[in-house]
């Protein structure tokens, strides 16, 4: 079974920026390959639901969520297997843990997480 592992988590000043990255450790899963899957990053913090951040597709084509919109880009790196959240301007709000997170289309990320691929999560924590 194939492993997502977050890193680049961190504490940060308000202000600041972090880039949070996401790798696979396979280049297929469940039968398809990375480049096949849509991806996510999802965060969840203290006391609140889980929710999605930033979605990219197999055409590399994102969506992010409005209230970050202007402040976090999500890219992918199909060759390297890999995720890429970059935040800048984070605001003590962004304090969560962020997941990664693949599955077959941007639909199944966000309707069914119980079928997704997920990492461990990486912590990010920003003060004011």
């Known amino acids: 079974q194939a492993q997502l592992v977050e890193s680049g988590g961190d504490s940060a000043q308000a202000g600041g920026s972090l880039r949070l990255s996401c790798t696979s450790s396979s280049s297929s899963f469940r039968g398809y390959m990375f480049k096949s899957y849509a991806l996510g990053w999802f965060r969840q913090s203290q006391g609140k639901e889980r929710e999605w951040v930033a979605l990219?597709?197999?055409?590399?084509?994102?969506t992010v969520k409005p209230s970050v919109k202007d402040r976090f880009t999500i890219t992918r790196d199909n060759a390297q297997l890999s995720l890429y959240l970059q935040m800048n301007d984070l605001k003590p709000d962004d304090s969560a843990q962020y997941y990664c997170a693949a599955a077959r289309s941007q639909w199944l990320l966000i309707n069914r997480p119980d079928t997704n691929i997920w990492g461990q999560g990486t912590q990010v924590t920003v003060s004011s």
């Open positions: 990219i597709d197999t055409s590399g084509t994102s």
